[in-house]
C-alpha cells in the first residue's frame, strides 16, 4: 500500500494509542513521523481521558514514576480517577518533601538521539529545589534507556511551572512520544536554546527581585 496523508489517517483510527499504531502498523507510523502528521492523524487518541484510564493502566503508568509530584503533572486525571476506583492508596509513591515547591526549570540534552531537520533534542522540566535534578536525570536515563546531559539547572521560585509552559512553547515537538517524560522533549535549534536560557535568566532576575 502506499501510504499517503489519507491513508495513514485511515490506518491510524484502528488503534487507540500511538504505541498501539506504532507497533501493529509501524511503516504506515513511520511515514506519518517522516511527513510531520502523526500528531493530525492521532487526535483521536485522548491519552490520560476519563474515558482510557482503567485501575490497569493507572497502576501501570504510576509504576514508572518515583514522584507523586511528577505523576500528578503529567496525569492528573489519572489520579483523579484512582479516587473514584477506591485505588489510590495503591498508587505508593514518594513526596518531594514537606512543604516542596516546584521551583526549580532543567534543560537536558539528550545525547543518543538523531537530530531533526538541523535540530538536537532536548527535555524541558520542573522540579524542586529539595530534590536532585541529577536524580531526575538518571530517572529519565534508567526508565529509557537514552544518554542525557544537564544544560542548565536554575531555581527561578514558584513560577516554574508557568515558565515550563512558555519554553514548551519553543521547537518541535519531540518524536519520542510514548517514552517516559515524552511530551516534554522538544527539538530545538541553537537560537531556540538560546532563547530559552535568556527567558531563564530574565525570571530568575525577576524572582530575585521579588524576593527582596
Known sequence: MKWTKETIALEAKKYLTRTDFSKGSNVAYKKALELDILDNVCRHI??????????????????????LSDFRRDYPTALAKSVQLGIRDQIKLKQAGKGAVLDTIYIFKQLDSKPYKGCELFKIGVSSSKRRVEGRKEELEKKNKIKLEIITSCIVGKNAPKLEVILLQLGVKGKEYNIYGGSEFRYLSLNELDKALEIITLFKKIGDILSK
Open 46 to 67: 485522548r491519552l490520560g481521558s476519563h474515558q482510557e484510564w482503567t485501575k490497569e493502566s493507572i497502576l501501570l503508568y504510576a509504576s514508572h514514576y518515583e514522584y
